[in-house]
């Protein structure tokens, strides 16, 4: 599905990573960890076609990203649902038409009907603020309603960067619940955080690939996790 | 650039409209800029149209006369008088042709002698005023057997000083004609400029929408449409505002001459419609030029 083959990425002289090789297979669940700092975000906006690899292949959906056009980014970027790590809304839309923002920009918004943007708000909770600013939300409804613009199209990977980083343990529980659910709806799941006790919570619910970033490069995180 | 893509770019979509903040200077900018250029249109137009006309009434009205003067002594003056008639009577081109009664003659000098010149006591020369036909008259021809039959006849065909005035009435409608295209350039520099302000103020705004899957023609629509309507909308008060200043100017007179003619006829009140139209059209080629290159810079 997107899979990073001897991906390096070089920005202002410095390699901020080397040689990556990754594979996101159809359904799978993933956890990418580290420091702050190792790349995390770098190798989630590689994926997402944000950042281009200076060498390497990166492929997905059977597509060289480098050899895409703006407009087959786009296409490509309706595929793969993105919640930020700073969530990235429009302050001066309401939280209804953020979350509907991928529906009208694929003109899908006309189709669209309400009771399934409220009902999908419903779902992350958010279903009595749809007419409210992100402003006005806290830092565990921005998450939510990011999780529910990333879904809106029902892509099939979810690249989450640090989605619990500004919620406390039971916000993160839940966001985690829901990020579960949608794997079991077959969407693959990558999530990059640097807390290690929600990957812990995890193993519960969910069969998780654990991978670390460590001096450049992606490796399979041993059972000390 | 299709038909299609042009109807799409110009279609209301409110929610679309909605992701780029409508508040924001270049709004006040756009919408100044359009109104005032169109003002300025509607005097360019009305100088131009005024040039035109004069310039064809001129061309006109001269091409078709011709004065012929009889300079002799006044024993001589009558029968030289009779002779040119009698010439001009026998002249291919000559549709008629009339010697002016004292009364005229006076009418003609009174307004640099005053009403009251003693036109019996002066050497005045007979004038004989010729009405061209169609074709007109070979006037180097008529000089010659003029000179030869009447020697105190000078013709006088206008064409010294009917071809400097018509040039120059010529050269003020191209003037106009420049000013309008000058005010359509300038409106699409202050556009392009506006534009590229918008999107440079609006580049997070442009970077979540590409997140979301938004293709440049998306973007480039709803910034489009915006400085499309701004500019047709302060055109039309422009317009209007410069149509007020038109029909306070004087109404046209032979005494005013060329200043207070300076205004539209006929169907010429209808054209300054076109400016709003014209203004719309150059935002939205200036803005969605403006939009795929800042897009282009900004992936």
Request: overall charge neutral.
């Amino acid at each position: 599905m997107i899979e990073l083959e001897n991906v390096s990425y070089t920005y202002g002289g410095g390699e901020l990573l080397s040689n990556v090789s990754l594979q996101l297979q159809p359904g799978s669940f993933h956890f990418l960890t580290g420091p702050s700092g190792a790349g995390k975000t770098t190798l989630l906006k590689l994926c997402y076609g944000a950042l281009l690899p200076t060498s390497g292949r990166l492929n997905a959906f059977e597509q060289d990203v480098a050899g895409l056009d703006r407009d087959h980014m786009a296409l490509l970027r309706r595929r793969i649902g993105v919640v930020h790590q700073d969530c990235r809304f429009l302050d001066h839309m309401t939280v209804s038409e953020n979350v509907a923002l991928p529906l009208m920009v694929s003109g899908q918004a006309e189709t669209a009907k309400r009771e399934d943007l409220s009902e999908l708000l419903s779902w992350v909770g958010l279903g009595a603020r749809l007419d409210a600013h992100p402003p006005e939300l806290s830092g565990g409804e921005r998450q939510r309603a990011a999780l529910a613009r990333a879904v809106i199209l029902s892509p099939d990977v979810v690249l989450a960067d640090e989605p619990t980083g500004n919620v406390d343990w039971e916000m993160s529980q839940r966001l985690l619940r829901l990020l579960v659910e949608l794997n079991k709806m077959g969407k693959t799941v990558l999530i990059a955080t640097h807390d290690l006790s929600l990957i812990r919570a995890a193993k519960s619910q969910v069969q998780a690939r654990v991978l670390r970033i460590s001096q450049r490069q992606v490796q399979l995180a041993g059972a000390d996790l | 650039m299709s038909k299609g893509m042009i109807r799409n770019l110009l279609q209301r979509d409110a929610r679309a409209d909605r992701v780029v903040p409508p508040t924001g200077y270049t709004a006040h900018l756009t919408l100044f800029v359009s109104g005032a250029m169109a003002f300025l249109a509607v005097f360019a137009l009305a100088l131009s149209l005024a040039s035109g006309r004069l310039a064809d009434r001129w061309a006109s009205e001269l091409a078709g006369a011709a004065t012929l003067r009889i300079n002799a002594p006044a024993d001589q003056l009558a029968a030289q008088t009779e002779a040119a008639l009698a010439v001009l009577g026998q002249t291919p081109g000559v549709a008629s042709a009339r010697a002016l009664t004292t009364e005229e003659q006076a009418a003609l000098l009174s307004p640099w002698f005053g009403p009251d010149l003693p036109l019996d006591t002066l050497p005045i020369p007979q004038l004989i005023e010729i009405i061209e036909g169609d074709p007109g008259l070979d006037a180097t021809g008529l000089r010659l057997r003029l000179g030869a039959e009447v020697p105190g006849a000078v013709l006088d065909d206008h064409t010294r000083w009917r071809e400097p005035l018509v040039d120059a009435a010529m050269s003020l409608r191209r003037l106009g004609w420049v000013s309008i295209l000058l005010i359509g350039v300038a409106t699409a520099a202050m556009i392009t400029l506006a534009a590229n302000a918008s999107l440079a103020a609006n580049a997070q705004i442009i970077e979540v929408l590409r997140l979301v899957g938004a293709r440049d023609s998306f973007i480039a629509r709803a910034f489009v449409r915006r400085f499309t309507y701004r500019a047709f909308f302060g055109a039309v008060v422009g317009v209007l505002l410069g149509m007020t200043g038109v029909l306070l100017l004087p109404e046209a007179s032979d005494e005013g001459g060329f200043l207070t003619g300076l205004g539209f006829q006929g169907a010429g009140w209808l054209l300054p419609a076109l400016i709003p139209v014209l203004g719309a059209a150059v935002a939205f080629l200036a803005t969605w030029t403006a939009a795929s290159r800042k897009l282009k810079e900004l992936s």
